[in-house]
């Protein structure tokens, strides 16, 4: 494999393309565990769909307000060795939520770990883009883009499709308990063997600099980066965008598996959890990986600026694909399942048009990681 050493840095530099694509699907499963596949484990423990969206809303929390502690990582010399406890550390909790499960009345604690896993995984998050960015030149950042938005999203298929499909196949052997419980087995098993392979794999950021800044130069940046941030021309518009570009999509997110899992008598499909992870590990696989592709040489072919309209519109097509599943109710699989791939295919289309404009619009300046985990947090 080739390699490359760089000044200070005395570890070897492998292809990115040994790292880039296990690095994102590592930063995408911990947040697709919490924000998505969480919501059916808690249907199958009982829970209210009411309280199912609230807890889930409450944990994405973490992912909204990591901005706050991203400049008190710097004092961290190795941006490798955070990323690398941080998965460490989420395949720990992720254990831990799979033994939890085999407790009666677990709901509470399981909610407890869990909160863990997202602050951790969203820690974990900005270490990864900053290593990214900090190893990265300009060139190959934009190369290897393309793989990077496509593994993290790769690990929302895994963990809707393959997960669910193993989850609907245990479930006819054992209870929904043990069925989860054995699924988070496997969750933590795959993170720790993915922090065991960026042990080796991951370029060190790590030089022979400055020493670690003190808690007061760490505060006095963090402070210098949040006002530098609500000062750029047109920030609030910025984070206008942002917020509305995902807005549907982000709710279908957390609400949509419920609505496919609800029975026909409480508004929903009726679907089971094999059936819902078949639609979208299989049609839904294939559509999004055409829809990123796709999206990613078009908005290359004709620029940001004119993509931006077809791009919002695709990002919208899941709306219509729930609104048009909520009215006619089908009951054909067939019919579902190209309904979910349509929607897959606009999210993978559309999705590339909020990356590249926090990276270019919002993340230009002194301050680009911060900055870039600033407009993803908003996101």
């Known amino acids: 494999m080739q390699t490359e050493?760089?000044?200070?840095?005395?570890?070897?530099?492998?292809?990115?393309?040994?790292?880039?694509?296990?690095?994102?699907?590592?930063?995408?499963?911990?947040?697709?565990?919490?924000?998505?596949?969480?919501?059916?484990?808690?249907?199958d423990l009982g829970v209210s769909n009411a309280d199912v969206t609230r807890w889930v809303n409450i944990l994405g929390w973490a992912w909204v307000v990591k901005p706050l502690w991203s400049p008190f990582l710097e004092a961290i010399p190795s941006k490798k060795l955070i990323v690398v406890v941080f998965q460490v550390f989420s395949a720990i909790t992720l254990g831990v939520v799979a033994l939890v499960l085999n407790l009666p009345d677990s709901f509470v604690v399981v909610i407890a770990v869990l909160a863990f896993t997202a602050v951790g995984s969203a820690t974990h998050d900005i270490a990864s883009d900053g290593l990214y960015i900090a190893t990265?030149?300009?060139?190959?950042?934009?190369?290897?883009?393309?793989?990077?938005?496509?593994?993290?999203?790769?690990?929302?298929?895994?963990?809707?499709?393959?997960?669910?499909?193993?989850?609907?196949?245990?479930?006819?052997?054992?209870?929904p308990q043990h069925s989860w419980s054995s699924v988070f087995a496997l969750l933590a098993v795959v993170m720790g063997v993915l922090a065991l392979y960026h042990s080796?794999?991951?370029?060190?950021?790590?030089?022979?600099?400055?020493?670690?800044?003190?808690?007061?130069?760490?505060?006095?940046?963090?402070?210098?980066?949040?006002?530098?941030?609500?000062?750029?021309?047109?920030?609030?518009?910025?984070?206008?965008f942002i917020l509305l570009f995902r807005a549907g999509e982000g709710q279908i997110q957390s609400v949509g598996p419920l609505f496919l899992k609800d029975p026909a008598s409480a508004g929903g499909l009726g679907l089971s959890t094999d059936q819902i992870g078949v639609a979208y590990g299989t049609a839904g696989t294939i559509a999004f990986v055409v829809g990123s592709v796709f999206g990613g040489y078009f908005t290359s072919w004709v620029g940001l600026r004119r993509a931006?309209?077809?791009?919002?519109?695709?990002?919208?097509?899941?709306?219509?694909?729930?609104?048009?599943?909520?009215v006619a109710r089908p009951s054909d699989m067939s019919l579902i399942s190209a309904g979910l791939a349509v929607e897959m295919f606009g999210y993978g289309f559309g999705f590339v048009g909020v990356i590249l404009f926090i990276m270019q619009v919002v993340a230009a300046g002194r301050f680009t990681t911060a900055h870039y985990a600033l407009g993803t947090g908003v996101m």
């Open 5 to 43: 050493t760089t000044a200070g840095d005395t570890s070897p530099r492998r292809s990115p393309i040994s790292w880039v694509p296990t690095l994102y699907f590592a930063q995408g499963l911990p947040f697709f565990v919490v924000m998505a596949i969480t919501t059916l484990l808690f249907k």
């Open 136 to 175: 990265l030149s300009a060139k190959q950042q934009a190369e290897y883009a393309g793989w990077q938005g496509a593994f993290f999203n790769a690990a929302r298929l895994f963990a809707r499709g393959g997960v669910l499909v193993l989850v609907g196949a245990l479930e006819r052997f054992a209870s």
């Open 200 to 240: 080796w794999a991951l370029p060190d950021t790590r030089t022979a600099g400055p020493a670690a800044r003190s808690l007061p130069e760490i505060t006095s940046t963090l402070w210098e980066v949040i006002v530098e941030f609500f000062r750029k021309p047109g920030i609030w518009f910025a984070i206008l």
């Open 308 to 326: 931006m309209v077809w791009l919002v519109l695709a990002m919208n097509l899941p709306n219509l694909v729930y609104w048009w599943l909520a």
